[in-house]
Antibody, heavy 121, light 109 residues
Framework: QVQLQESGPGLVKPSQTLSLTCTVSGGSINSGSYYWSWIRQPAGEGLEWIGRIYTSGSTNYNPSLKSRATISADTSKNRFSLKLSSVTAADTAVYYC?????????????WGQGTLVSVSS | QTVVTQEPSLTVSPGGTVTLTCASSTGPVTSGYYTNWFQQKPGQAPRALIYSTSNKHSWTPARFSGSLLGGKAALTLSGVQPEDEADYYCLVYYGGGQVFGGGTKLTVL
């Protein structure tokens, strides 16, 4: 059974960098059949796609984040990470990591439980 | 910036049928947008229901179906159950990116 688990500080100060890690168990992030995504959800609001990383290392990001997001992968530890720089209170949200089965018909099949990150001084 | 629009809220009676829609600011939603639909209940991560417009996952109840309707993606629930009360999100693929709709809060009353 594949499991994803987000981890990282629950509180980040404004203007600093938010750093989260998603550790994958029960499957390899090196599998060419998947890519790995980050999604966030402010309290009481909708979902926002942040970006994704392929096993090749190539990435795509939500343009609304204005290049503040960086996703990377550590295949030796079977995990991938998100860094979001210059955070403000608007970045306070539950952050989810997820696996997406691709190519062909792409679909999300496994999600982490989510981790709340608050931005406050 | 692409905007994906859903009905903010809908109400349906148990046993009834309801259709949720998903519209794109770029124009008609087609099969090439590979629309996904998710269900989210309070305090839980989203759960995938539909992918590529109309394909169901093995865990998707038969009463859920996806389609294209009048230039929008649509999720239809037939024979609604009380446990279907939840937030529903569509996700549309645009080239190298993805955009979630704002979500529909479905009330079963």
């Amino acid at each position: 059974q594949v499991q994803l688990q987000e981890s990282g500080p629950g509180l980040v100060k404004p203007s600093q960098t938010l750093s989260l890690t998603c550790t994958v168990s029960g499957g390899s992030i090196n599998s060419g059949s998947y890519y790995w995504s980050w999604i966030r959800q402010p309290a009481g609001e909708g979902l926002e796609w942040i970006g994704r990383i392929y096993t090749s290392g190539s990435t795509n990001y939500n343009p609304s984040l204005k290049s503040r997001a960086t996703i990377s992968a550590d295949t030796s530890k079977n995990r991938f990470s998100l860094k979001l720089s210059s955070v403000t209170a608007a970045d306070t949200a539950v952050y989810y990591c997820a696996r997406v089965h691709c190519p062909g018909d792409c679909y999300y099949d496994y999600w982490g439980q989510g981790t709340l990150v608050s931005v406050s001084s | 910036q692409t905007v994906v629009t859903q009905e903010p809220s809908l109400t349906v009676s148990p046993g009834g049928t309801v259709t949720l829609t998903c519209a794109s600011s770029t124009g008609p939603v087609t099969s090439g947008y590979y629309t996904n639909w998710f269900q989210q209940k309070p305090g839980q991560a989203p759960r995938a229901l539909i992918y590529s417009t109309s394909n169901k996952h093995s865990w998707t109840p038969a009463r859920f179906s996806g389609s294209l309707l009048g230039g929008k993606a649509a999720l239809t629930l037939s024979g609604v159950q009380p446990e279907d009360e939840a937030d529903y999100y569509c996700l549309v693929y645009y080239g190298g990116g993805q955009v979630f709709g704002g979500g529909t809060k479905l009330t079963v009353l």
